[in-house]
Structures are given as structure tokens and as C-alpha cells.
T-cell receptor
Framework: KAGVTQTPRYLIKTRGQQVTLSCSPI?????VSWYQQTPGQGLQFLFE???????NKGNFPGRFSGRQFSNSRSEMNVSTLELGDSALYLC???????????FGPGTRLTVL | AQRVTQPEKLLSVFKGAPVELKCNYSYSGSPELFWYVQYSRQRLQLLLR??SRESIKGFTADLNKGETSFHLKKPFAQEEDSAMYYCALYNQGGKLIFGQGTELSVKP
């Protein structure tokens, strides 16, 4: 099976812009979780989607949002970018049963 | 509050030496714990989960509820074990709580 894929792999934006990141889960996986990874804060949970519904959300401002489509692909959007949003954004997919998460390679976002 | 603590940022050992990467957790309930590994320029990948009690690449980890620990051990380190190791606690709703990670460096 193909692993979790994320596009684009690298992104450079300027403050105030918005960005959309995409994640395709492993075939058959219906849950997608998103994480932000920074050197200072480590890996932090953003939100999780299952069957097109957001089931859980981390402590991030409303500028961070996401959605999931009927084929389980997910997108996350960050509006009004700030310098502090520079990070590696990871998505992970999970089988319907079990809690092991399988991670994508990440999207490296740089905000200038 | 649910929390995962990995007290060592860096652990450096010689090839063939035993390795123990420490992980302590705080969780009000029955915990589900994982170890993830990230090799240089590779994605984060699952190494172990406590419920399976398996050994992967020679690593084992035992859940100690009394000490709220889930330390990762390997009797003889190899150079290819050099990587970042993350301990993670599953919370409800698809959320993993990660420790800050321990960088393992195995010297020849």
C-alpha cells in the first residue's frame, strides 16, 4: 500500500497570506490527524477528521482550519499567516480500528 | 493534565552498548503508548506500541503503570539506530501527545 502523501512538500509564504496543505491517507484509512512540528514546541496536535467530521481540535487559533473529503483526503488551511507559523506540518492516517498513526513526510512551511 | 516527558534531549552511546530511552507519562485512565522513530531525512514511523508487546529491530518497551513509565530499551546499540525517538500517548479523538524527543547517537 502506498503511504501517506502530503503536498506540497515545501512552501514559502509571506505574512498575511493564506495557505492550503493537502494530505492523502493510506487507502482504507478514514481518520486523518494533523500536527505542527517546531524546534521549540515539538509535535503539537492540530485537529483530527473522521468521515468528513472534525472530532477533535487542539489549542490553536481559529486561523487554523481543516476539512476532509468523502475520499478521506484532507486539507488544512492557515489564514493570515504569521512568522510563528513557520513549521513542519505533518498529517497522519489511522485505520478504522486501532490507534496507530501513520505519518506523511510533512510540508515545510516558511513564512517570511 | 495528560503529559509525556522524555528527560534526555540527547543520548550518546558506543556501538554494542545497552540503550535505555526514558519516557514518563501522566494520564488519568488506561494509557495507550507508542514509540516513534525518525531517521535522518525520513518520515516519522511507528516503532512500538505497548499493547502488542513485540520487539522491533531489537527494541522493547514495557509499560510500568506504577512508575508511569514506558522506557525503550535495546541490549546492544547499532550505528543505524541513530535517530530521534519520540514517546507518544494516545488521547481520545485521534490525538497523540508527544514527548519532546530524544536524539540517540550511536558512535562506532
Amino acid at each position: 500500500k502506498a503511504g501517506v502523501t502530503q503536498t506540497p512538500r515545501y512552501l514559502i509564504k509571506t505574512r498575511g497570506q493564506q495557505v492550503t496543505l493537502s494530505c492523502s491517507p493510506i487507502s482504507g484509512h478514514r481518520s486523518v490527524s494533523w500536527y505542527q512540528q517546531t524546534p521549540g514546541q515539538g509535535l503539537q496536535f492540530l485537529f483530527e477528521y473522521f468521515s468528513e467530521t472534525q472530532r477533535n481540535k487542539g489549542n490553536f487559533p481559529g486561523r487554523f482550519s481543516g476539512r476532509q473529503f468523502s475520499n478521506s483526503r484532507s486539507e488544512m488551511n492557515v489564514s493570515t499567516l504569521e512568522l510563528g507559523d513557520s513549521a513542519l506540518y505533518l498529517c497522519a492516517s489511522t485505520r478504522t480500528y486501532g490507534n496507530e498513526q501513520f505519518f506523511g513526510p510533512g510540508t515545510r512551511l516558511t513564512v517570511l | 493534565a495528560q503529559r509525556v516527558t522524555q528527560p534526555e534531549k540527547l543520548l550518546s552511546v558506543f556501538k554494542g552498548a545497552p540503550v535505555e530511552l526514558k519516557c514518563n507519562y501522566s494520564y488519568s485512565g488506561s494509557p495507550e503508548l507508542f514509540w516513534y522513530v525518525q531517521y535522518s531525512r525520513q518520515r516519522l514511523q511507528l516503532l512500538l506500541r505497548h499493547i502488542s508487546r513485540e520487539s522491533i529491530k531489537g527494541f522493547t518497551a514495557d509499560l510500568n503503570k506504577g512508575e508511569t513509565s514506558f522506557h525503550l530499551k535495546k541490549p546492544f546499540a547499532q550505528e543505524e539506530d541513530s535517530a530521534m525517538y519520540y514517546c507518544a500517548l494516545y488521547n481520545q479523538g485521534g490525538k497523540l501527545i508527544f514527548g519532546q524527543g530524544t536524539e540517540l547517537s550511536v558512535k562506532p
